[in-house]
């Protein structure tokens, strides 16, 4: 009996205990739907185009060129839209104000970065690009800042000078390669800035070590993967020798790689300054203050600093200069018109310095349009909100990923007529350079997240293609007829994207100018 007794009133608590659940499950989800509802009636939802079950719109983007296809939708749906990968939602702002609206004078809303479920599995939580909106961030970007800022940029230049001239003399010397020493160029300006580390003749291993972190963790960091992996996270702890692990896999190899590259270049700064050899480059100089050099975390900082400082300038400079090369083998009126302006400023027997700057407006504009017309961050690195938000009557909730179109903004054909051609003579007003009608700085980003290396990139580039010019012809390469090959260009396509490789030719300006004769003009840096 008492059995019974104890079985029946254990079921019925148990039926109670279920009920209050229920009630409170159910009490919770009305709440929930409430506390939605309230919240986007505060807006409307973004227009854009209709997503497919499961898929989203991801089968109607140009995988090659994203961003073409949300420029189509921009002119479709508005300089603001929506659209949905997997079950991804990303916001495109398609038009330079609404970015300047948002993520300028609101940033204190858009300058988080989305959550990358690739970026720690990957070794990525180095880099502060990908690091969310916080203090850390913070931290991550004031060391930064004091190395690069404005005036600080200025101490550069030196290198920047004396490398863009070695980047001619490789360039004589073995001009089939120019890929490949441009690139080397842009490596070893950065890590002499930031490690004072000479590169090694030929590939060097910690240019290797970088280029392995970065090819991998890009992988995983496009949105589409980063899509698959947020949707099914699963796939990064598959075991590594099941059919259908590469995810786990891959992270594995990036997580190696990651923790090379920020670790290895340090200890070679660390051993040189133990050696007494003293520099101004960031590491070294950290590593001198007494003050925070032998705090662990301080150190980890200026590891992870340093590293995002290579990652962030490597590939994104390079680009821009091979951009450059394209355009003037595809515009020679442009380039003889350069060259004509630089002989006129410099003359024959010096080589341009910075000082010449100011009086060089058309490279000044070669100098916009290759940035306008090949953005190298076409889509910028996405901001996200940390707080919901209203524009314009459209409601755009908290954690929402910002994608700027930089590549629609700079083809926009209002500001830019014609905007598919080189056209430097479009910045200029009565015969003058019109900072009105610039805005290829735009291709740095916006707001908070704004790139902090622009400085420095901006000088790297310009020096290097003001060398170039000076001393260069760059045209279309020969085939075995003699006949020029005429160049169709094709474009990488990730977080950066320029071109692939093309046939080019590069030879000395002028009879005389041989590698000789160069190196004795190089030394009056
Ligand atoms: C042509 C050259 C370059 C271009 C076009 C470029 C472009 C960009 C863009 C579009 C962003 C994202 C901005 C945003 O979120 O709105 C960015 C971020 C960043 N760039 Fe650059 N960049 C260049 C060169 C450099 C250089 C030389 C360095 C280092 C010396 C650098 C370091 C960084 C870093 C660390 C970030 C992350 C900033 C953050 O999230 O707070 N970049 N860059």
Same mark, same amino acid.
């Given at each position: 009996m008492s059995s019974i007794f104890t079985d029946i009133s254990s079921s019925w608590s148990l039926d109670t205990s279920n009920l209050t659940v229920g009630a409170i499950v159910a009490g919770l989800i009305v709440l929930f739907k409430l506390a939605k509802a309230r919240r986007e009636s505060q807006g409307f939802p973004l227009p854009g185009p209709t997503p497919l079950p499961f898929v989203g719109n991801a089968l109607s983007i140009r995988a090659s060129e994203p961003w073409v296809t949300y420029a189509e939708w921009g002119s479709r749906y508005g300089d603001i839209f929506k659209t949905r990968m997997l079950s991804e939602d990303t916001i495109i702002i398609h038009s330079e104000q609404v970015a300047k609206t948002l993520l300028e004078h609101r940033s204190s809303v858009y300058s988080d970065r989305p959550h990358f479920a690739a970026r720690l599995p990957y070794g990525?939580? #180095?880099?502060?690009?990908?690091?969310?909106?916080g203090e850390r961030w913070r931290l991550q970007r004031k060391v930064f800042h004091q190395f690069f800022r404005e005036e600080a940029a200025l101490e550069h230049r030196p290198i920047q000078l004396q490398k863009a001239r070695q980047l001619v003399l490789d360039l004589v010397n073995d001009p089939d390669n120019h890929r490949f020493h441009i690139q080397r160029h842009v490596d070893s300006i950065i890590m002499s800035i930031l490690y004072d580390y000479e590169l090694s003749p030929g590939r060097d291993h910690f240019v290797e070590l970088f280029e392995c972190g970065a090819t991998i963790a890009m992988e995983g960091l496009l949105p589409e993967n980063s899509a698959i992996i947020t949707t099914f996270p699963f796939v990064l702890n598959l075991p590594t020798w099941l059919p259908g692990s590469r995810f786990s896999r891959r992270a594995a190899l990036s997580k190696e790689c990651a923790d090379g590259m920020v670790s290895a270049p340090f200890e070679y700064s660390r051993k040189r300054e133990a050696d007494g050899i003293a520099s101004s480059a960031m590491i070294p100089s950290f590593l001198r203050s007494e003050k925070y050099a032998k705090d662990p975390s301080t150190i980890q900082l200026f590891k992870d600093v340093a590293a995002s400082g290579f990652i962030g300038g490597g590939e994104t400079s390079t680009v821009s200069l091979y951009s450059f090369c394209l355009a003037m083998l595809q515009n020679l009126d442009v380039q003889k018109r350069a060259q004509a302006e630089v002989d006129e400023v410099v003359g024959l027997d010096r080589l341009p310095n910075f000082d010449d700057r100011p009086h060089l407006p058309y490279v000044e504009a070669v100098l916009r349009e290759t940035l306008r017309l090949y953005p190298v961050v076409p889509l910028a690195v996405a901001h996200a909100t940390v707080s919901d938000d209203v524009f314009e009557g459209y409601f755009i909730p908290k954690g929402s990923t910002v994608v700027p179109n930089i590549w629609a903004m700079l083809h926009n054909p209002d500001v830019y007529p014609e905007p598919h051609s080189f056209k430097p003579e479009r910045y200029f007003k009565d015969g003058k350079l019109d900072d009105e009608v610039s805005t290829s700085h735009i291709g740095y980003g916006f707001g908070r997240r704004i790139c902090p290396g622009r400085y420095t990139a901006d000088a790297s580039i310009w020096v290097a293609m003001v060398t170039i010019l000076s001393t260069l012809t760059v045209s279309k390469a020969l085939d075995d007829k003699g006949r020029e090959i005429d160049v169709d260009p094709k474009f990488t396509c990730g977080v950066t994207s320029g071109p692939l490789p093309f046939p080019c030719k590069i030879v000395p300006r002028?009879? @005389? #100018? @041989?590698a000789e004769k160069f190196s004795g003009m190089m030394k009056d840096i």
């Open positions: 990525w939580g #180095f880099h502060f690009a990908w690091e969310p909106y002028r009879a @005389d #100018f @041989d």
